[in-house]
């Protein structure tokens, strides 16, 4: 985004920013979204999340926990692999 001129936004006493209305139109969050802070290096990463499974991208039959969305066939897969203790 070195093309686009730079919004200079408060942090407030609790942590909230808001994200300027050029930024959440050109990223589609104009409804309850999501998004996702990361560190790259001394750069802090805004992600959007998309509603999905973490590992397959599916959007139905879906559940979260610690705050990732994970499908139902997706967490048999892993409940099996990891209640498999003799190491096959
Ligand atoms: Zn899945």
């Given at each position: 985004m070195s093309n686009t001129p730079s919004i200079v936004r408060t942090v407030e006493k609790l942590g909230r920013v808001s994200i300027p209305i050029e930024i959440r139109e050109r990223f589609d969050l104009l409804g309850k979204n999501h998004v996702e802070m990361s560190l790259e290096g001394d750069t802090i990463v805004l992600t959007k999340q998309t509603p999905?499974?973490?590992?397959?991208?599916?959007?139905?039959?879906t559940e979260t926990y610690r705050g990732k969305m994970i499908c139902r066939e997706c967490l048999d897969k892993l409940s099996k692999k990891t209640g498999d203790v003799s190491g096959k």
């Open positions: 999905g499974c973490l590992f397959c991208g599916a959007d139905s039959n």
